[in-house]
Nanobody, 123 residues
Framework: QVQLGESGGGLVQAGGSLRLSCAAS?????MGWFRQAPGNDREFVAAISARADTTYYADSVKGRFTISRDNTKNTLYLQMNSLKPEDTAVYYC???????????????????WGQGTQVSVSS
């Protein structure tokens, strides 16, 4: 059983930056970030392999967001730059096992989830 806890959310103006962190209670393999805006399904944002040698991004965040991890600290990060109002959502950290490339994009591939952190971007 792995417990995940996100932090770093908040309110920021459009064009600003935030850095989310996700602390894991133990060793993890594939990890990802998802987000859910009111009235919408939870959607994929970014993911990273166990050794951080492969990353994946949703088209909507490519070039603006960067996912990274520090396995010595069991911590996952999401650096978010050039934020837009449409990035407003609750952001969730997720952890899974060893995944195939296509599986990283699907929320069903992740067994463990954090409680979420709110990100709000004003125009």
């Amino acid at each position: 059983q792995v417990q995940l806890g996100e932090s770093g959310g908040g309110l920021v103006q459009a064009g600003g930056s935030l850095r989310l962190s996700c602390a894991a209670s133990g060793r993890t393999f594939a990890m990802g970030w998802f987000r859910q805006a009111p009235g919408n399904d939870r959607e994929f944002v970014a993911a990273i392999s166990a050794r951080a040698d492969t990353t994946y991004y949703a088209d909507s965040v490519k070039g603006r967001f960067t996912i990274s991890r520090d396995n010595t600290k069991n911590t996952l990060y999401l650096q978010m730059n050039s934020l837009k109002p449409e990035d407003t959502a609750v952001y969730y950290c997720a952890a899974g096992g060893i995944l195939s490339a296509v599986s990283y994009f699907h929320r069903g591939s992740y067994a463990y989830w954090g409680q979420g952190t709110q990100v709000s971007v004003s125009s």
